[in-house]
């Protein structure tokens, strides 16, 4: 079975459609969802959360190629995961003064394993690492961003310049970088 048979199974309910669609996508979309939260259940529950919307919105997806799956797929699972954190009131994001941008130089971030990445990006507080992830991580604008928390486009710039400014120190603490 290929993507497009799957959906065009999952449009008529078909459950081997729907388990193939899953059992392709699920360990990927499980590590975007671990990206904005820290909790493993809570993740799988946003994750399977996230599935049954697609599903259950399937019909106003119009396939184009193997990529537009995973990219639906992913836009859910971040809506999922904003919701969540909103609910859990774990995501605030406050006006700020605009950031001075953080450079480090790339040959030391190349030393570092994206497993070490991860670990420290996991510890940034919830509203910069959701801005970090969707700014970096995702690739959304930072005009998109600020739509989506109705907040402002230099709010959003300084949440990820914080987080950089974060990640940077808690990079020479641990003496990943000089």
């Not at 971040?78 to 994001?93: A, P, Q, S, T, Y």
């Not at 919830?126 to 230099?154: C, D, L, Q, W």
Request: charged share 25%; proline share 2%; aromatic share 10%.
């Amino acid at each position: 079975m290929n993507d497009q048979k799957a959906i065009e199974g999952c449009k008529k309910q078909d459950r081997i459609s729907q388990k193939y669609l899953f059992d392709t996508y699920s360990d990927g979309m499980l590590m975007v969802c671990l990206r904005y939260v820290k909790n493993l259940p809570d993740a799988e529950e946003i994750m399977l959360n996230g599935f049954f919307n697609f599903f259950k919105t399937i019909d106003r997806f119009i396939y184009n190629g193997n990529t537009g799956v995973g990219g639906w797929l992913k836009k859910i699972m971040v809506n999922e995961c904003l919701m969540f954190l909103r609910r859990k009131g774990g995501l605030k994001i406050v006006e700020e003064q605009l950031a001075a941008e953080v450079s480090i130089d790339d040959g030391q971030i190349s030393r570092i394993s994206a497993n070490e990445i991860f670990q420290l990006i996991m510890e940034l507080p919830p509203g910069y690492r959701t801005v970090f992830n969707m700014a970096v991580v995702e690739e959304y604008s930072h005009k998109e961003i600020a739509a989506m928390f109705n907040i402002t486009e230099g709010t959003s710039k300084s949440q990820l310049s914080k987080a950089k400014n974060l990640l940077q120190k808690m990079l020479k603490e641990k003496k990943m970088v000089l």
